[in-house]
């Protein structure tokens, strides 16, 4: 089995979650590449690296990488676990997402630029349109104090859809739901 995970904006994917997924499936592969800003740039890379998967692969996704995540399900039909996934990023990154920024993990230096909010929306069209819900498991914080998930329930009725109290947008029971997921052999 192999895990791609799908970090948030202004993240890395060497991070303490790509370190849980890690703890609590041992024997999977991880992938957790560090995403680049440009929308094209990431759909190519995690299209190149689906190409050379033989085994399961499942898809998990933390706000803007929920986003991926969301994307990369409706076009390969891949099982996605979303963690306050942010599905209309066109909207929530207009203005304060745009501009120069440094990753909190490593520092690595990006630009976010308007022109790629055109692009997210276009690949949200596109995903809406082919997506699968049943291949959606949604993880989310009551107090996500960053995005609004409050129409997820009502959008996404053949999903499956958790509620978690202060885990926040990080999603601090991050390794929480892993012990749950594996526990209850959900994979």
């Known amino acids: 089995m192999t895990f791609i995970y799908l970090h948030g904006f202004n993240s890395d994917g060497e991070g303490w979650k790509a370190e849980a997924l890690r703890r609590q499936f041992p024997d999977a592969e991880i992938w957790a590449p560090d995403l680049p800003a440009d929308p094209t740039e990431v759909v190519a890379t995690i299209g190149s690296f689906l190409e050379t998967q033989s085994t399961e692969t499942i898809l998990v996704g933390t706000s803007l990488g929920g986003f991926y995540a969301y994307w990369a399900s409706a076009k390969y039909g891949l099982k996605a676990l979303l ?89 601090s029971k991050f390794e929480k739901v892993l012990k749950e997921i594996k526990r209850a052999h959900l994979l």
Do not use: M
């Open 83 to 171: 963690f306050n996934p942010s599905l209309r990023p066109h909207v929530t990154l207009a203005g304060r997402g745009i501009g120069h920024f440094k990753t909190w993990t490593k520092g690595r230096d990006y630009h976010f630029k308007e022109e790629y909010l055109p692009t997210l929306q276009r690949l949200k069209s596109d995903s809406d349109q082919s997506l699968r819900q049943d291949l959606l498991h949604f993880f989310l914080a009551t107090d996500d104090d960053v995005l609004d998930h409050s129409t997820i329930s009502s959008l996404f009725p053949q999903s499956s859809i958790q509620w978690y109290e202060g885990a926040g947008h990080g999603f």
